[in-house]
């Protein structure tokens, strides 16, 4: 990729633009603006995470896999985020996947490199944190979500998530693939994306996602979406909503 000297200068991360400025700079010599193409394997499981990326405008899923080959989604992070948390937390692997579920750009970090730059405190490592228990949130209250809520509230929830981070109405999806990160059958998922696009809230064509109706499909969602939202913009002052049309 030819360098793009106002990707740095403007980092689309919200993490990266957090920052104070000389924080920053200390970081700028080891950013590498990198592709991250759909399918990609950002890392494995028990594997060794040798990169932090933060993404500007691709998806991550981070996923935990069965014996059987089974997978559900665990994490999803996109500009707002970070992928490769484990090496601030006095870890070089963990037990889940990381890979692009949606194409984009995003800036690599030597995973040495920023956990030495955590180690000496202050912003960096400040901000980490917060985005950290940010993280937790978001997972204790999926862990919620999934066992009392019904797959329709779920979904929409999902969905408006996949657009929160991609900032975006449209963005590509196929059932298949979002069965697999809900942990259900596709079935389930034909069976509630129609209700959705019953309800004008959705249209789903050819692995295509389109939001319609945003405040119904805030409405469907269950509170599990505010609860999550409300904390990391309590958390990550840096991360308002986008206004909407």
């Keep these: 990729m030819s360098l793009n000297k106002n990707a740095f200068e403007q980092p689309a991360n919200r993490l990266l633009a957090a920052l104070p400025a000389t924080d920053y700079e200390r970081l ?20 060794p995470i040798t990169h932090v ?18 997978t559900v989604e665990v994490g999803i992070v996109s500009n707002e985020g970070m992928v ?26 030597e995973a ?8 000496r405190g202050g912003a960096i490592q400040n901000l980490l944190l917060r985005y950290v228990r940010a993280i937790y949130t978001e997972l204790t209250q999926s862990c919620a979500c999934n066992r009392l809520h019904a ?7 999902w969905l408006l998530t996949v657009s929160d981070r991609l900032q975006s109405e449209d963005f590509p999806l196929t059932q298949e693939f979002i069965a697999q990160m809900l942990g259900v059958r ?28 945003r405040e119904d499909l805030e409405a469907t969602s269950c509170e599990c979406y505010r609860v999550i939202q409300n904390e990391f913009a309590r958390l990550l002052g840096n991360q308002p909503r986008r ?3």
């Design 28 to 47: 700028v010599p080891h950013l590498k603006l990198v592709m991250l193409p759909v399918q990609k394997i950002l890392y494995e499981a028990a594997e």
């Design 151 to 157: 797959l329709e509230a779920r979904l929409a929830r």
């Design 186 to 213: 596709r079935s389930g998922v034909t069976v509630a994306a129609s209700t959705l696009s019953r309800g004008k809230m959705i249209r789903y064509q050819r692995g295509q996602i389109n939001i319609l109706n």
């Design 243 to 245: 206004d909407r049309q």
């Design 112 to 119: 040495d490199v920023l956990r030495a730059e955590f180690n």
């Design 84 to 109: 490769g948390i484990p090496v601030i937390l006095g870890g070089k692997a963990t037990t889940t996947k990381a890979f692009v579920q949606i194409g984009g750009a995003g800036m690599q970090i």
């Design 53 to 70: 990326y933060f993404p500007q405008n691709a998806v991550i899923s981070i996923v935990t896999s069965m014996k059987d080959g089974s």
